[in-house]
Nanobody, 124 residues
Framework: QVRLVESGGGSVQAGGSLRLSCAAS????????MGWFRQGPGKARERVAA????????AYSNSVKGRFTISRDSSKNTVYLQMSSLKPEDTAVYSC?????????????????WGQGTQVTVSS
């Protein structure tokens, strides 16, 4: 079965950096559309970064643009989220998701499998 496992979360002071990893297993292809999502306390889930199946389309939410970078290592079936200049409002559970149906999903419903998430806490 498909499994996504996130790692790299933790606690950091404002202005610091973290790199999250999402290791995928059970997929028939090493190239799939992937997304990073977060849900902060009392907030709705937000897609913060996404990479298309072919990797030619990358998108970021306005809230993280210029600070976060999504990348993929297909040889390791792993997608990363490099987070820099972190702010307290970035505090959330971060989850990755994969779409096996779409080249570049436009909504959360386009993703088929989800990881359990990793906590990121940014203190001021």
């Amino acid at each position: 079965q498909v499994r996504l496992v996130e790692s790299g979360g933790g606690s950091v002071q404002a202005g610091g950096s973290l790199r999250l990893s999402c290791a995928a297993s059970g997929l028939t292809s090493s190239r799939n559309a992937m997304g990073w999502f977060r849900q902060g306390p009392g907030k709705a889930r937000e897609r913060v970064a996404a990479i298309s199946r072919r990797g030619n389309t990358i998108a970021y939410s306005n809230s993280v643009k210029g600070r976060f970078t999504i990348s993929r290592d297909s040889s390791k079936n792993t997608v990363y989220l490099q987070m820099s200049s972190l702010k307290p409002e970035d505090t959330a559970v971060y989850s990755c998701a994969v779409s096996i149906r779409y080249e570049n999903p436009s909504t959360d419903n386009g993703y088929d499998y989800w990881g359990q998430g990793t906590q990121v806490t940014v203190s001021s």
